[in-house]
């Protein structure tokens, strides 16, 4: 499944048999990818009149219940309806779903007590690269550990202010992280990435959006892919998503 894509003036081909998922699930686990203070997702069977809807347990289908937070439990990809007061659903601000990414890899810097990823290390591994999306890869990278981490009370590593806005700057449109958040989990609300990437001070960057809790896996190296962005069509500022990459052929 050989597809022939024109991207402005260069004519990319992918394989659309051989996607690359860079998602985490949502399972009803404990174990379940975790951040912002609340428990697990929990997948369970409805129960009417005592009686369990699970085949199972009897009955002719199976027939869950899920409970979940998207900004806490898995892959998900939230717009600027995150932090301001309007509502900016995903499901309405995101129209387009392939798009040229740049997948990079960094190691995030000690800054005092914290980790941080800054605008030189952007720069220095983007260079003067045209993307639409960047996705951030960051070191360590043990899958066991992202897969699975209970982030909460961890001081995570962030991105600075001047990391998110040099890729403004540069035009990204959607940035995929394999964070709980660009941002420091205690700010005091001051939430710097968020604002600088959806430019609250100016004119909102409505149709742009930040993927979190990604895995990358090792055996996917930097470089440029096709990405296509799939959500789950919530009516909320965020979503489950399942983004896809496609690697780019000679």
Known sequence: MIALIQYNSRKLKIDLSQPLDISIPI???ASNVNAWYIGPPKIEPEVFDGDVISVSNGASVNFNTIT???????????????????QHH?????????????????????????????????????????RE?????????????KTTKQYSNTNWPYFQKDAVKLLVRKGVK?????????????????????????????????????????????KIKDGAYMLNLQIAPFENDASPSKPILYKIMD
Request: charged share 25%; proline share 3%; hydrophobic share 35%.
């Open 90 to 130: 995903i499901n309405n601000s995101l129209e387009k779903y392939f798009f040229l990414a740049e997948v990079i890899t960094v190691v995030p810097e000690k800054v005092g007590e914290d980790y941080v990823i800054s605008a030189k290390q952007l720069q220095f591994m983007i260079g003067n690269k045209k």
């Open 68 to 86: 979940f937070n998207p900004h806490s439990h898995g892959t998900h990809t939230e717009t600027v309806g995150h932090i301001v007061e309007k």
């Open 133 to 145: 999306a960047i996705i951030v890869r960051t070191l360590p990278n043990i899958r066991s550990e």
């Open 174 to 218: 959607h940035l995929l992280i394999d964070l709980p958040s660009v941002d420091r989990e205690e700010d005091g609300g001051e939430l710097a990435g968020h604002n600088a990437f959806w430019n609250t001070d100016g004119k909102l960057r409505t149709n742009a959006t930040i993927t979190e809790f990604i895995y990358v896996s090792n």
């Open 27 to 29: 399972t009803g686990r």
